[in-house]
């Protein structure tokens, strides 16, 4: 499964998350710090860039 990057406005963190990629377009991870996912904007990581090519086989 894709890695995902996120970052939480509130906490000024980064953070990661596993997710299927239909999960990743219907929700917003919660910030594993302060639990609120409305801070919480998404990032385009490293690890979606090198894994691009796999991801077609979802
Ligand atoms: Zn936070």
Redesign the pocket.
């Known amino acids: 499964m894709p890695v995902y990057e996120f970052f939480?406005?509130?906490?000024r963190?980064p953070f990661t998350e596993v997710m299927k990629i239909k999960e990743h377009d219907e929700r917003t991870p919660v910030?594993?710090?302060?639990?609120?996912a409305k801070?919480?904007e998404k990032r385009l990581s490293a690890v979606h860039a090198v894994t691009t090519k796999k991801w077609l086989t979802y």
């Open positions: 939480c406005r509130k906490c963190e910030c594993p710090r302060c639990r609120e801070e919480v």
